[in-house]
């Protein structure tokens, strides 16, 4: 934690981060949660770190080796980060360890026997040398350390081995060489299944399947023994631009060190019984600093893999199933579009089904009624039906346009290529406005007859996220919402034009004016002796001038809860007793990603809900969009969203600043978690 300005408490969105990602683990170590999921926990813990350190650490390293005079502080300031980062990343790599064994151990319990090469039996050695002569050979095609400067032609998605061999001279004496080669993990997965025996299940690391077979490997080389070991590295994904400092002097350092920078590795996780003279050369060729991270991990890298770790049927170790519901106005006769303009509608997913939303598109790709359909597109499914949905309704003569984002991150190829598909069907793609990413999610149907309709979300319209993520669809008829959206669309199709928009709050126009205005109307109502709280459900709050409005209006009495999924810049502990100032973190099967807000509004209720979390990349430098919410049934299912969140405690973890974790408290817990809670509230009342 430190006084941001030496104004106010503010925790580092890295470290708040950090402490983040160590909820997704201490889930990983809790008994009562089914052991494949904790598993799955373990993999997910490990694949947001790798990103992390792609992206986050990548910016952190490259400020705080800059030089230069002009940018002094914020480089400084980088290398205190950075440091954090690597005494909190080493302390949590040893939880993490011990948590994997643990799970390893709790899966022999239930004979799922993760075996090495120490163990096979001559049965098993049978079957691994099957194996590999099927699956194995062939794909693995070692280099020799000697024969190469850098390790820059090598992706940091994949698994390494480096691999020590003896050979024997003449003479007699015993030569050591080395080599590294890549692990074929997606031709063959991380995990091989070997033959059941007396009822119990066997699993092999791919790695371990690989050592066994090291000799065929290396066939003909003249190698007598051999030492493998796996790591993996991270390299530098690119620039990102911290909006909450001065962006003039970081763009000069991208400038001045992107080029050189780019790509070059900056963290590596290595197997801790590796032996020095080897580590020397991974460590060398990847041409590590000493800002640089080196991590002694354990035997396996990459435990993102245990997210498809093979179930061997056993059901039983993973989460009930829990089906998504179709809401009975959407199974009765009737089209989707008429029961949107007979009243509003709210699609929470997971728990109600994205086939409603789907079906939305379909609809409207056929309905003659319908002349045409704007939407903004950030993430797509990889056979993406929402694309199948436009191209048919260009096809069908409907006017469509679709807002692609190039520049999300990881996804700029494949969105790529959808925006060409969708410009081949007749579709006209806009690219969006320069220097802002498009991060809003909206629809808007135009009719010829009736009612517009627009859908706002909280999330992308993917097929994936919507069965993983909990995200809220609004659908509506209201022209006060509609004629908005429509005017959303024309100012990121000429940003240069003024477009005042009455209800919508959208970024950066003035939305986090908006919720500064909205805080401070709580604080004034405090005053009053009006009702005065806040209740948000949120993914970040890291913006400095928001996190400095809480705190004045926790200090002025108001009652606020927030529900934070991950990044938290606010220091809860260091406020005093009689600040109402609470925050509460979910980790449970789905990832919650919804953003609601609701306001007393001095007895009068005021509910939004939409995609912006509150960080200076979502408030002034992404184009964004926050809803108001009107109908009173949908008030009170947002409502209760957040209620629910703010209510549970056996999921819910306190976020106060120290990293700790500790579980939630509230006066009036739930029985269950608030997601499985839900889910048998909306069964109820399908």
Known sequence: MAAKNNRIPYVERDISWLYFNRRVLQEACREDVPLLERLSFLGIYSNNL???????????????????????????????VVRQISRLNSRYQKEYEEGVHKVYDALRKENICIISDRDVTGEQLEFIHSYYSERIDGLIVPVRFASVKHLDYESDQNIYHAVRAVRTTGAGTHVYEYAFFELPVQSCGR????????????????????????????????????????????????????????????????????????????????????????????????????????????????????????D??????????????????????????????????????????????????????????????????????????????????????????????????????????????????????????????????????????????????????????????TDCIM????????????????FIEKPYIPVQFKELLVSPNGMKKKFLNLIDAEIRNRR?????????????????????????????GVDIALSVRGNCSLATKSLPENCSLRVNAIIDRYLEHSRIFVFAGGGVEKVFMGSADWMPRNLDNRIEVIAPVYDPTLKLEMKRIVDYALRDVKQGRLVDGSGENAGWTCPDPLEKGSQETLYEYYKENQ
């Open 50 to 80: 790798d990103e992390f350190f792609r992206v986050r650490v990548a910016s952190q390293t490259r400020i705080a080796e800059w030089d230069g005079k002009q940018g002094a502080k914020e480089a400084a300031h980088a290398k205190s």
């Open 191 to 310: 995990f091989v299944r070997l033959p059941d025996k007396d009822g119990k299940s066997y699993i092999m690391y791919l790695d371990d399947v690989v050592r066994c077979s090291l000799p065929k490997i290396f066939a003909g080389s003249g190698y007598s023994s051999f030492e493998s070991y796996a790591f993996k590295f991270t390299r530098d994904a690119e620039m990102e631009i911290d909006d909450d400092r001065r962006s003039g002097i970081l763009q000069k350092i991208s400038k001045g060190l992107k080029s050189r920078k780019k790509g070059e590795a900056l963290r590596v996780v290595y197997d801790g019984s590796m032996p020095q003279d080897l580590l020397k050369r991974v460590v060398g060729k990847l041409d590590l600093g000493m800002s640089d991270s080196i991590v002694q991990g354990g035997r396996y890298q990459n435990h993102k893999d245990l997210m498809k770790f093979p």
């Open 312 to 469: 061997c049927g056993r059901q039983d170790l993973k989460y009930a199933p829990m089906p998504q519901i179709i809401q009975t106005p959407f199974r009765e006769d009737g089209t989707i579009l008429q029961k949107i303009q007979e009243q509003d509608r709210l699609l929470h997913v997971p728990y109600h089904s994205f086939s409603t939303f789907i079906g939305l598109l379909h609809e409207a790709a056929l309905n003659s009624n319908v002349k045409s359909i704007k939407i903004t597109l950030y993430r797509l499914a990889k056979d993406s039906k929402v694309i199948r949905a436009l191209t048919g309704a260009a096809r069908n003569g409907k006017k469509v346009t679709a807002v692609i984002e190039l520049l999300a991150r990881f996804d700029e190829e494949s969105n790529m290529v959808w925006a060409q598909k969708l410009q081949d069907a007749g579709v006209k793609v806009i690219f969006g406005v320069e220097g802002l990413k498009i991060h809003s999610k909206v629809v808007h149907i135009g009719m010829k007859k009736g009612q517009d309709i627009a859908c706002v979300s909280t999330g992308n319209f993917h097929e994936g996220n919507a069965r993983t993520y």
């Open 475 to 490: 659908m509506t008829a209201s022209p006060r919402i509609t004629s908005d959206v429509d005017r959303l669309f024309s």
């Open 528 to 556: 009053a002796g009006k009702p005065a709280y806040i209740r948000i459900k949120i993914n970040h709050i890291t913006d400095e001038k928001m996190v400095a409005k809480l705190y004045e209006a926790a200090n002025a």
